[in-house]
């Protein structure tokens, strides 16, 4: 059984920053990649940040230089801090775990984390 738990989501001013957090706990499953994607109401939903368990990053270009992701690989959490937060940036946030189970590719979400960001 796989689980992806958030945390950290919640209020912020703009120009305020938030932590979020997700941990990835599986037997069995060799995690690959963890990643956040966020969802806003009537909007689809889109990649804001992904990290390898080597470390290569990518982000979403209305990220670049607010949103920070790193990892613990010792203890499959990954976290995004998110600087300079915009109205723009509030969404239900949802982490992504990519793997392997065997010889089968699978990915697992979160149930995602309410980002809130107003003044």
């Known amino acids: 059984q796989v689980r992806v738990v958030e945390s950290g989501g919640g209020l912020a001013q703009p120009g305020g920053s938030l932590r979020l957090s997700c941990t990835v706990s599986?037997?069995?499953?060799?995690?690959?990649?963890m990643g956040w994607y966020r969802q806003a109401p009537g909007e689809e939903r889109e990649l804001v940040a992904r990290?390898?368990?080597?470390?290569?990053?990518n982000y979403a270009d209305f990220v670049k230089g607010r949103f920070a992701i790193s990892r613990d690989s010792a203890d499959n959490t990954v976290y995004l801090q998110m600087n300079n937060l915009k109205p723009e940036d509030a969404a239900v946030y949802s982490c992504n775990a990519e793997g392997t189970i065997g010889d089968g590719v699978v990915d697992y979400w979160g149930r995602g984390t309410q980002v809130t960001v107003s003044s």
């Open positions: 599986a037997s069995r499953f060799r995690l690959y990649a």
């Open positions: 990290i390898t368990m080597s470390g290569n990053t």
